[in-house]
């Protein structure tokens, strides 16, 4: 299997669950992301890891809970969220991190999540 | 730091029509350019990119030049089919990859 893989596709969970969205990568980056896709929004940038480091958090709320164990794998862990939460998330790697991932970042195809 | 701007939309065309997106930028230094593209239901797809003033990135019909003298980077295809209705959203990498807001394109047979 190649490129960016996302797990679940879609989740449906209640206020009170706890549940984790999980990416993997194929490609042999070294950097990886997670963004939030809300309808009618701009692409939000959450966390930003290099090498298994975090590197950035911009200014997510504690009930998002980020875990890098390798260069291949990226968990979100998700527990008292909001409504407003529901959206698409997106899962990203790429060779060297910011102005050096020359080529680019590759997206995983999301996880659709409603927080009823 | 960088910023995009990109046209608004949403954009309808005929099959076969002309398609321009334009997409300014702000960044410092000398950053690299892309395009991604959205279709339903999926994630973004790396469409084309360009490293340098004067590059001229391109894949499957569509076309976009770096103008670092006017900060832009539209896309364009010269005759666009239904398969292309999409999301298509413009970036800059220089510190770290900026996206713009999307420009929805929905193609009419």
């Known amino acids: 299997e190649t490129g960016v893989t996302q797990t679940p596709r879609h989740l449906v969970m209640g206020m009170t669950n706890k549940k984790s969205l999980k990416c993997e990568q194929h490609?042999?980056?070294?950097?990886m992301y997670w963004y939030k896709q809300s309808a009618k929004k701009p692409l939000e940038l959450m966390f930003v890891?290099?090498?298994?480091?975090?590197?950035e958090n911009n200014s997510v709320p504690s009930r998002f809970s980020p875990e890098c164990p390798n260069s291949s794998h990226l968990f979100l862990h998700l527990h008292t969220l909001q409504p407003e939460d529901s959206a698409l998330y997106l899962c990203?790697?790429?060779?060297?991190?910011?102005?050096?991932?020359?080529?680019?970042?590759?997206f995983g195809s999301g996880t659709r999540l409603t927080v009823v | 730091g960088n910023s995009v701007t990109q046209m608004e939309g949403p954009v309808t065309l005929s099959e076969e029509a002309f398609l321009t997106i334009n997409c300014t930028y702000t960044?410092?230094?000398?950053?690299?350019l892309f395009w991604y593209v959205q279709y339903p239901g999926e994630g973004l797809q790396l469409l084309l990119k360009?490293?340098?003033?004067?590059d001229k990135g391109s894949n499957k019909g569509f076309e976009a030049t770096y103008r670092k003298e006017t900060t832009s980077f539209h896309l364009e295809k010269g005759s666009v089919q239904v398969s292309d209705s999409a999301v298509y959203f413009c970036?800059?990498?220089?510190?770290?990859?900026?996206f713009g807001a999307g420009t929805t394109v929905t193609v009419r047979a």
């Open positions: 360009a490293t340098k003033a004067d």
């Open positions: 490609l042999g980056h070294n950097a």
């Open positions: 970036a800059v990498n220089d510190y770290k990859l900026s």
């Open positions: 960044a410092t230094g000398y950053p690299s």
């Open positions: 990203a790697s790429s060779q060297g991190i910011a102005g050096k991932a020359n080529y680019g970042y590759t």
């Open positions: 890891y290099s090498l298994e480091e975090r590197v």
